[in-house]
């Protein structure tokens, strides 16, 4: 199989953007899976 998922450069993210990631789950009330999707983010990168 060649078919491999290719890796995402990894991203650095300023404190303002996980600032406003941040309310986006708390004040609005969206789950952080449809955060990620909204910002093409990983699971992963919001929940660290």
Known sequence: M???KQRRERR???PA???QV???IREQ???VS???K???LTDSAVRS
Do not use: H, I, P, R
């Open 2 to 4: 060649t078919d491999k």
């Open 12 to 14: 650095s993210m300023e």
């Open 17 to 19: 953007f996980k600032l």
């Open 22 to 24: 941040v309310k986006m």
């Open 29 to 31: 009330g969206l789950t």
């Open 34 to 36: 449809q955060v990620c």
């Open 38 to 40: 909204d910002l093409d």
